[in-house]
């Protein structure tokens, strides 16, 4: 209920996408930058390999694979700092017209390796997702996603000797519109909701988010 938290993050990416013996495979980049309360937060930077191919009439199976860097600051959220490795595969029906799939079930795990020693946020982490959209027209479609992650840490000494373990549910809900505001542009408004169960009463929270995306083709 800390309503004075006021956070924003700008985040840039770029990805490149070509066809690979019958596969689609795409690499990527991102970096990010936030604030809270108006002061430096966190940096952040990733890459990401992907790969997708069609499988029987109508579904396609896809991975992906990502390793980022997380940097907190000031100094004392050092703590914070991690190597995050994430990947998942999915199962999903081919796209809707507006280019987002119609269906899909995922499976997702990772890990989070702590920079400085002494630091318990390490943890292992595994979930699955399910995911829907429906087309409204050739470019407008509506989208939605229920998702549950589990996290479980293991620096038991930094958490009042307890174990640590998250499970946390997301719910999303959204529209996505091609070719506007201009051509080779996408909007994709959303409304997210997440709720985080931990057995260390610090880490328990729920969580609204409204969002825009904004995204140029080439």
Do not use: K, M
């Not at 229920?146 to 719910?171: I, M, N, P």
């Amino acid at each position: 209920e800390a309503s004075f938290v006021d956070q924003s993050v700008l985040d840039a990416s770029v990805g490149l996408n070509g066809r690979v013996a019958g596969w689609t495979t795409g690499i990527a980049a991102s970096v990010a930058t936030g604030w809270l309360d108006g002061e430096s937060h966190f940096r952040s930077a990733y890459l990401e390999a992907s790969a997708s191919r069609p499988l029987g009439p109508g579904w396609e199976l896809v991975g992906v694979g990502r390793v980022a860097q997380l940097d907190y600051l000031p100094d004392r959220f050092e703590l914070l700092d991690v190597r995050r490795y994430v990947w998942g595969g999915a199962l999903q029906r081919r796209a809707t017209a507006a280019g987002i799939p119609s269906f899909g079930v995922a499976v997702l795990g990772g890990r989070d390796d702590v920079r400085r020693a002494g630091s318990p946020f390490s943890n292992d982490r595994y979930g699955a997702r399910l995911f829907a959209a429906h087309a409204l027209d050739a470019r407008r479609a509506l989208f939605g996603e229920l998702a549950w992650l589990t996290s479980d840490f293991f620096g038991a000494r930094g958490f009042l000797g307890l174990d640590r373990l998250d499970r946390q549910t997301v719910a999303a809900v959204g529209f996505e519109a091609r070719e506007w505001p201009a051509r080779g542009w996408r909007i994709a408004p959303q409304l997210r909701y997440t709720d985080n169960r931990s057995n260390v009463t610090l880490f328990r929270f729920d969580r609204f988010e409204a969002s825009v995306f904004v995204r140029r083709e080439f």
